[in-house]
């Protein structure tokens, strides 16, 4: 019983250290992805952020103020950034399959609803 009991916490410490070793691998797609993305919104914001670093150094405020500001600057721009990805998100997902839906079904039925027309005054025989 004893030797069982060895072996099945042997046996479940190697797959644990397994998991450990190689568990991080599936974070690494999501990684870079994340790498690729945030990076340049990154350069964004700090392209948009330094005209007002600059602007508050040339006031003379103090060190801690501009950093502050400028980190205040920066994270509303991201906000901002980030709010409209959200709202991208939703129009590309949900208003624009909803949208083409709607096109499609007024094309499909613009037909039925069409009368067909009489020509007034020929006689076909």
Known sequence: ??????????????????????????????AFLLKTIGLPILIVLAALALPVLFVLFLFGLPLFLVLLVGGLVMGALFAALAFGLLALKVAVFVVLPAWLLWRLFAWMFAKAREAPQRREGTDPA
């Open 1 to 30: 019983m004893w030797s069982l009991l060895k072996w099945l916490a042997l046996r479940l410490g190697v797959l644990r250290w397994l998991f450990k070793v190689f568990g991080l691998a599936i974070f690494l797609p999501l």
